[in-house]
């Protein structure tokens, strides 16, 4: 059975705090990055639906396969895929791709770490 993170009348542990700690610093980058390629600041309705829909549905879709499954499936591996918001250190070095969702060219940092081939058009991230 999977750990429970309030095993003691429901008090926050220090591992549910440092946990809640993570997920603040990840809306905090994802923030900044919204509201840089947005040029503006974003309505925080809008924000938090968003985040409400992320956390919901990556928590639900890994709780069905882990239902379905032997229990210890992990987050798939596409949605490292999935077209992100550009980051704005790199915004001004990203290739237009015409292949790829978000119009830049992406590369897979795990399989592929020199960034040899972009996962939508294969080209390289070094160009002259
Ligand atoms: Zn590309």
């Not at 059975?1 to 309030?6: D, G, I, P, S």
């Not at 974003?42 to 924000?47: A, G, K, P, Q």
């Not at 987050?75 to 290739?95: A, F």
């Not at 830049?104 to 991230?125: K, L, S, T, V």
């Amino acid at each position: 059975m999977a750990k429970r993170l309030f095993e003691h009348n429901d008090a926050w542990e220090s591992i549910a705090s440092r946990c809640a700690n993570e997920i603040t610093i990840v809306l905090r980058e994802v923030l900044g990055k919204l509201e840089a390629e947005l040029e503006d600041t974003v309505d925080l309705r809008d924000f938090h639906y968003v985040a409400n829909h992320a956390i919901g549905g990556f928590v639900s879709d890994l709780s069905i396969m882990r239902r379905l499954g032997s229990g210890d499936e992990q987050p798939r591996e596409i949605m490292k895929h999935y077209p992100r918001l550009s980051t704005p250190d790199t915004y001004s070095h990203n290739w237009y791709c015409e292949a790829s969702p978000s119009s830049h060219c992406a590369y897979d940092d795990e399989a592929d770490p020199m960034n040899d081939q972009c996962i939508y058009c294969g080209d390289p991230r070094e160009r002259k």
